[in-house]
């Protein structure tokens, strides 16, 4: 079975960084995407980032060069290097995998919140 976790997530000021973390647990068979999804209130769920294999990356208009996607070298844990924070980046964060070519088989973690404010 496998299990994400996010953390790294909190109450930053504008103009601010934070780094989300998302962990597995658990076996992955085969070649997955990485993603970051954000949910601010009342919206629909986005996607931000995307790590595609190592130098595929995508990013959302609204958050390019801003944020950073990026892998671990050990493990399979992936992280969304956040700078410049706009209030506009409060939402909640969820990452996710989603296998290369059966796009059904994916995971969830439970999501992260970020609340950029002074």
């Known amino acids: 079975q496998v299990h994400l976790v996010e953390s790294g997530g909190g109450l930053v000021q504008p103009g601010g960084s934070a780094r989300l973390s998302c962990e597995i647990t658990?076996?992955?068979?085969?070649?997955?995407?990485k993603n970051w999804y954000r949910q601010a209130p009342g919206k629909e769920r986005d996607l931000v980032a995307t790590l595609a294999g190592v130098g595929h990356f995508y990013y959302a208009d609204s958050v390019k060069g801003r944020f950073t996607i990026s892998g671990s070298d050990v493990d399979e844990t992936f992280y969304l290097q956040m700078d410049s924070l706009k209030t506009e980046d409060t939402a909640d964060y969820y990452c996710?995998?989603?296998?290369?070519?059966?796009?059904?088989?994916?995971?969830w973690g439970n999501g992260t919140q970020v609340v950029v404010s002074t």
């Open positions: 658990g076996d992955l068979y085969g070649s997955y995407f």
């Open positions: 996710n995998v989603r296998h290369s070519i059966d796009h059904e088989n994916d995971y």
